[in-house]
Antibody, heavy 128, light 113 residues
Framework: QLQLQESGPGLVKPSETLSLTCTVS??????????WGWIRQPPGKGLEWIGT???????YYNPSLKSRVTFSLDTSRTQFSLELSSVTAADTAVYYC????????????????????WGQGTLVTVSS | DIVMTQSPDSLAVSLGERATINCKSS????????????LAWYQQKPGQPPKVLIY???TRESGVPDRFSGSGSGTEFTLTISSLQAEDVAVYYC?????????FGQGTKLEIK
């Protein structure tokens, strides 16, 4: 059974960099069948797609966050990671990692699909 | 960006009754190559991650009870729960995966009347 687990600091200071890791078990992140993504949810609010990474290292970011986001992956440790720089209180949210199947690409060449497996999420608070 | 707008924001339905949630996209999400709509529905219970219920607007995910159904095309979509059960209390989100950025609706909170 595929499982995803987010980990990282629960508190980050304003202007610093938020770093999270997602550890995948029960499947390989080296598979060409899947993409791996990050989605966040501010407390009491809706869902925001942050971006997606492929086993090859190709990355696809939400344009609204692109200037501050960096994804990476470590296939040997079945982990992928998120870094979000210059954080503010507006970045306070539950951060989820998730998977979607390679099924469709939009007109910009971005891989798009629904997310079928999600981690439990981790709350990151930005505060001094 | 294709903006997703759900209605209503909240809904109270009696046990055993039908619940209907609507989702409208600012542009069509119909993928011409397969004539399917790039629209998914999720259920999120308190303290849990979202769980996909429906994709391609009307395809039920494996293991999802058949009281959940999705319909619609183009820009207007509906999630229907045919007979509300207590365990269906949750927030429901639609998501378009037609174009970047993939946006979600604001959510509809479903409660028992």
């Amino acid at each position: 059974q595929l499982q995803l687990q987010e980990s990282g600091p629960g508190l980050v200071k304003p202007s610093e960099t938020l770093s999270l890791t997602c550890t995948v078990s029960g499947d390989s992140i080296s598979s060409s069948t899947y993409y791996w993504g990050w989605i966040r949810q501010p407390p009491g609010k809706g869902l925001e797609w942050i971006g997606t990474i492929y086993y090859s290292g190709s990355t696809y970011y939400n344009p609204s966050l692109k200037s501050r986001v960096t994804f990476s992956l470590d296939t040997s440790r079945t982990q992928f990671s998120l870094e979000l720089s210059s954080v503010t209180a507006a970045d306070t949210a539950v951060y989820y990692c998730a998977r979607h199947t390679a099924g469709y690409y939009d007109s910009s060449g971005y891989p798009m699909y629904y997310f079928d497996y999600w981690g439990q999420g981790t709350l990151v608070t930005v505060s001094s | 960006d294709i903006v997703m707008t759900q209605s209503p924001d909240s809904l109270a339905v009696s046990l055993g009754e039908r619940a209907t949630i609507n989702c409208k996209s600012s542009q069509s999400v119909l993928y011409s190559s397969n004539n399917k709509n790039c629209l998914a529905w999720y259920q999120q219970k308190p303290g849990q991650p979202p769980k996909v219920l429906i994709y391609w607007a009307s395809t039920r995910e494996s293991g999802v009870p058949d009281r959940f159904s999705g319909s619609g095309s183009g820009t207007e979509f509906t999630l229907t729960i045919s007979s509300l059960q207590a365990e269906d209390v949750a927030v429901y989100y639609c998501q378009q995966y037609y174009s970047t950025p993939s946006l979600f609706g604001q959510g509809t909170k479903l409660e028992i009347k």
